[in-house]
């Protein structure tokens, strides 16, 4: 069964930047799924942050990381990225990559509950930003 590995977490002081990935296991490939990328703070609920269709060519942002996240993906290389820029503190979370297989995941994301769209999950990454 695919398994996403999750990778680039860590700590950064406000307006600096960090890059996660997202891998797919040996021996599958990420080319048919749309992946998002979630956060939750703590005691929060899952946020959408963006997701990207499987082609690649349709990305979505949730409002508040418009303009500062860019995410991406490289089939080829079966990995997703999140490049999150001009972080802030309340950028502060767990982030979690997540594959579906449904189009209407990417549009379901960004409203409560959307993330059960999202059939496979990473393991988490924590993000803290803070001065």
């Known amino acids: 069964q695919l398994q996403l590995v999750e990778s680039g977490g860590g700590s950064v002081q406000p307006g600096g930047s960090l890059r996660l990935s997202c891998s797919a296991s040996?021996?599958?490939?990420?080319?048919?799924?749309?992946i998002g990328w979630f956060r939750q703070g703590s005691g929060k609920d899952y946020e959408g942050v963006s997701c990207?269709?499987?082609?690649?060519?349709?990305?979505r942002y949730g409002d508040s990381v418009k303009g500062r996240f860019t995410i991406s993906r490289d089939n080829a290389k079966n990995t997703a990225y999140l490049q999150m820029n001009s972080l802030k503190p309340e950028d502060t979370g767990i982030y979690y990559c997540?594959?579906?297989?449904?189009?209407?995941?990417?549009?379901?994301?960004?409203?409560?509950?959307?993330?059960?769209?999202?059939?496979?999950w990473g393991q988490g990454s924590q993000v803290t930003v803070s001065s």
């Open positions: 997540a594959a579906a297989t449904r189009q209407s995941g990417c549009i379901a994301a960004f409203i409560g509950g959307g993330h059960r769209y999202f059939d496979i």
């Open positions: 990207i269709m499987s082609s690649g060519d349709i990305t």
């Open positions: 040996a021996g599958f490939t990420l080319d048919t799924y749309h």
